[in-house]
């Protein structure tokens, strides 16, 4: 149980197009997911929390008319990178967890590398 | 502000020799404590987690880590290294007042056959 899968897994784009990546809980719904940022040979870096049905929340320094998240049911978070730069080249990674208590696991999604070239 | 140490970029360990992860914590109040496994182009696998109760939380693929709170530490370990084991370890810190988790930076774990 407990599975999250992320769609696609590897994607590679021209400059200055925009790339959507699904996030989804498989077999548990999850109001909160989380994207998170890991650039080679570093830590994962979070980006923003999206809620189901309301706004997502971004950290400092990320840009949300750059990187626009919409959690429109219980089970699927999408991020959608616009206007894509050579710099947003990284692996994207989401989570979610099952319930709303603070002690509940986040599962993560396998990622997905974005190249833009 | 909450933050997670990994001190050490690598560690190398002998297959069948046991395995000790370095971790340490510094967040006001109780934290909840979490290891996390990342295998090459792939995302992270739960190990384990430490909410209350026993300092010594068993997980998954037989490794086991012990929350030492004067210490504010959570070090992973396994009593008998495997070569599959080898893969990039995460810590990571929760507060009880928030949903956010905070990785360390990450030890690349190598076990040498």
């Known amino acids: 149980g407990a599975v999250v899968s992320q769609h696609p897994s590897r994607v590679i784009c021209k400059s200055g197009t925009s790339v959507k990546i699904e996030c989804r809980s498989l077999d548990f719904q999850a109001t909160t997911m989380f994207w998170y940022r890991q650039f080679p040979k570093q830590s994962l870096m979070l980006m923003a929390t999206?809620?189901?049905?309301?706004?997502?929340?971004?950290e400092q320094g990320v840009e949300k008319d750059k990187f626009l998240i919409n959690h429109a049911s219980l089970t699927l978070s999408t991020l959608t990178v616009t206007s894509a730069h050579p710099e947003d080249s990284s692996f994207y990674i989401c989570?979610?967890?099952?319930?709303?208590?603070?002690?509940?696991?986040?599962?993560f999604g396998p990622g997905t590398r974005l190249t833009v070239l | 502000a909450q933050s997670v140490a990994q001190p050490e970029d690598q560690v190398n360990v002998a297959e069948g020799n046991p395995l000790t992860v370095k971790c340490t914590y510094s967040v006001s109040g109780n934290p909840y404590l979490f290891w996390y496994v990342q295998y090459p182009n792939r995302g992270l696998q739960f190990l384990l987690k430490y909410i209350t109760g026993d300092n010594l939380v068993k997980g998954s693929y037989g490794f086991e880590a012990e929350f030492n709170k004067s210490q504010t530490s959570f070090h992973l370990k396994k009593p008998s290294a495997l070569v599959s084991d080898s893969a990039l370890y995460f810590c990571a810190v929760r507060d009880r007042g928030g949903d956010k988790i905070i990785f360390g930076k990450g030890t690349r774990l190598h076990i040498l056959p």
């Open positions: 989570s979610a967890s099952p319930g709303q208590g603070h002690t509940d696991t986040q599962y």
């Open positions: 999206s809620n189901e049905g309301s706004k997502a929340t971004y």
